[in-house]
């Protein structure tokens, strides 16, 4: 009589002739593993842990716990309160979310956004190309930057009139580097009937307010700028102006979004915008 054997023993035979090694020594009283076996055994069991833990590791990434997260920002980002209030909560959150900074003026985080190089955009208002939408974060107020002792002090608690501006010196935003605000600057001095006096030049932030410490010239900047605690410098608001710089989370419709840059997305959304 011809009896089958087990599917298992089975199984286990024809995965020795794939492998082409023995992995079970067979008695009639009991079977035991080889070397061989006693390795496969080993190795499966590795294998098995590392499927699971691939498998916890893509439901994470899938809920944005882990992963990569690439970020452009402009040079005053860092002096925006709510925005750096919200990247803390989001690296408190997410500490195993790889975040990758990278500073650029706003004309400059716009390549890298359509190629996928950077996910999410911090920047000011600017023309955008048809694949690139924003999320206004918020509004932050023009001021004037002077430094101790300058005649415009006065107006220190009243707030100052544009026009006035025009009796002095100005330190400017390059043209090549603050793009964004030496748009919005010379737009708004424009609009006024301003025409500015240009004195110095400056990329960064921390140079103009230096230059105005040094007594180089008054500046127009936003209000984040006044976080820079700089020795000198004195803030003064407009009294017949309203206009104000406004910030943008930019990002490319035409790519999916990482997980890890949606969460962060909607903290910044629910903190700031409400």
Not at 95 to 121: C, F, S, W, Y
Not at 206 to 234: H, N, P, Q, W
Request: net charge negative.
């Amino acid at each position: 009589m011809h009896i089958s054997q087990p599917p298992l023993s089975q199984q286990i035979q024809s995965l020795e002739e794939q492998i082409n090694a023995k992995l079970l020594e067979r008695n009639n009283r009991n079977v035991s593993l080889t070397p061989a076996g006693n390795m496969f055994l080993k190795e499966a069991y590795q294998i098995l842990a590392q499927v699971d833990a691939a498998a916890t590791k893509a439901a994470r990434m899938e809920k944005g716990e882990l992963g990569e997260l690439s970020i452009g920002f402009t040079s005053t980002t860092p002096f925006m309160n709510k925005v750096t209030m919200s990247l803390r909560q989001y690296r408190e959150s997410y500490p195993e979310v790889a975040i990758h900074m990278h500073q650029m003026n706003t004309k400059q985080q716009l390549a890298p956004l359509l190629t996928g190089r950077i996910d999410i955009g911090i920047m000011r208002n600017t023309e955008l190309p048809e694949q690139l939408n924003y999320q206004l974060l918020f509004k932050e107020p023009f001021m004037v930057a002077v430094y101790e002792g300058h005649p415009l002090l006065k107006y220190e608690k009243t707030g100052v009139d544009i026009h006035l501006l025009a009796e002095y010196p100005l330190v400017f935003f390059e043209r090549e580097v603050g793009t964004a605000l030496y748009d919005e600057i010379h737009n708004l001095l424009t609009s006024a009937g301003v025409t500015p006096k240009i004195s110095q030049e400056a990329g960064e932030a921390m140079t103009i307010l230096g230059l105005v410490s040094a007594g180089m010239g008054i500046s127009i900047i936003t209000e984040s700028f006044t976080r820079m605690k700089i020795d000198g410098v004195k803030y003064i608001r407009f009294s017949n102006i309203e206009a104000a710089s406004e910030v943008w989370l930019v990002y490319n419709t035409r790519r999916a979004l990482p997980a890890a840059a949606k969460k962060l997305t909607e903290l910044l959304i629910e903190n700031i915008v409400g």
